[in-house]
């Protein structure tokens, strides 16, 4: 059974910054793209940033380009975000999943999700 699991979020002030983790069981990671997706209250999900299974490629939403870094670790079977100059506008729910293929923003391609980590940023 595939299981992802997001931890690291929590509150802090804006320009702050925040490391999200996704780990993973049931499934070896480096066979697969992973990516980051936010979903605000009342809005939609949204791609944050994604990964090749190698790391070598990265892609990010232009909201969150040059402040946020998406890596992996394929030995310890977990990918990150590194979340720095947290504006208030990043406040969400964020979750992990994987792709077979790199998958960008097409959330359909993307088979398990963990569960999410709250991130609440105040002004």
């Known amino acids: 059974q595939v299981q992802l699991v997001e931890s690291g979020g929590g509150l802090v002030q804006a320009g702050g910054s925040l490391r999200l983790s996704c780990a993973a069981s049931g499934r070896t990671l480096s066979s697969y793209a992973m990516g980051w997706f936010r979903q605000a209250p009342g809005k939609e999900r949204e791609f944050v940033a994604d990964i090749s299974r190698r790391g070598m490629l990265t892609h990010y939403a232009d909201s969150v380009k040059g402040r946020f870094t998406i890596s992996r670790d394929n030995a310890k079977n977990t990918v990150y975000l590194q979340m720095n100059n947290l504006k208030p506008e990043d406040t969400a729910v964020y979750y992990c999943?994987?792709?077979?293929?790199?998958?960008?923003?097409?959330?359909?391609?993307?088979?398990?999700w963990g569960q999410g980590t709250q991130v609440t940023v105040s002004s």
């Open positions: 999943a994987t792709s077979p293929l790199i998958a960008h923003q097409d959330a359909s391609r993307y088979d398990y």
